[in-house]
């Protein structure tokens, strides 16, 4: 399954004029799903320097997300951190999300590939493991939750654009495509969510990396459900309530964004009527990583929250909506209302229609 080639992705290179360039690595390690490997090393490379590993979208190859992330090449020139770029194995070129291998640490799929190549990269260069960091766009999106789930002790931070949360593509096949997540049906609770992260490292207690969400309303490929299971996960991991964040500010970083900030670890970006060519903001990224000045303090128009009415609105379709079925049942763990929503409104037994927030309610 390809997406969509993404038009920052042509961007031509002979316009650059850095000395360093992408650099293939080979024999970095035990490489059990056969990746391949690039690596962006600046030439004024920082003392112990900091590390970002980039997955690219369905289709994407190291060098074209390097065009796609061009901004965090330049940052990498002047700031002198390594980008690492993992190009997947896989026939279609999606990234494995979901076989039991890849979502199980060190299970031997492509998170365990990217995983020791990273430890490679932290070794040869005497990387600061305080500032090791995960962005990813679409199915590097998604590998990007399913990094920070299988090695929360490796990356202290991650920004995904139009994913969805770890484990939501299990198919039980090597990149496979999980249809009902796609289109954003696999709903179920924080809890749950935060439980199928956890058990891709059973036993982990320590930290975890924090989590940075951006996803488009518009979202014709991924469906923008999953930005709300994606804050769902890790608002569970982190103990945020999900549907609360504790600040709401509008235009930011900048128009048509709103951001959701719910503590240190956990923000999430909505991008009103952003498609899934949504752009990377690197900007924003290597703030939220600490990579830059400040940590991104807001400093804009803000709506702090002062009760569970004041939960934000997420843009949906604007045509016209149909009314909600009667006379069906919903399944366990199904939607079964919210703003926009359509489906059966009454639950099977024994499950109880259960208000979340004002975005759905759910068969519990
Ligand atoms: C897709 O993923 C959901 C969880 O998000 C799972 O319940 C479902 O069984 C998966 N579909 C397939 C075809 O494996």
Known sequence: MKFPTLTSAVLAFASLSEAASLQQVTNWGSNPSGIRAYIY????????????VASHYCGGSASAFQGNTIAYRSAADSLGFIVLY??????????????????????????????????????????????????GLSSGAMMTNVLAATYPDMFKAGSVYAGVSAGCFRTGTVAGWNSTCANGQSITTPQHWADVARAMYPGYAGARPKMMIYHGSSDEIINNQNFQETLKQWSGIFGYTYGSPQQTLSNNPSSPYTKYVYGDNL??????????????????????????????APTTTTTARTSTTAVPTFVTSTTSSPPVQTGCVAQRWAQCGGQGFTGCTACASPYKCTFSNNWYSQCL
């Open 41 to 52: 090393v600046p030439d004024k490379l920082a003392a112990n320097p900091a590390l970002i």
């Open 86 to 135: 993992p190009e997947s194995p896989n026939s279609g070129g999606c990234w494995d999300v979901s076989s039991p291998a890849s979502l199980t640490r060190d299970g031997g799929g492509d998170s365990t590939s990217i995983a020791n190549l990273a430890k490679w990269a932290i070794t040869k260069y005497s990387v600061d493991t305080s500032r090791v960091f995960a962005i």
């Open 267 to 296: 923000v999430g970006v909505y991008g009103a009527g952003i498609t899934h060519n949504i752009n990377m903001n690197a900007q924003h990224d290597l703030a939220w990583f600490g990579l830059t000045g400040g940590n991104a």
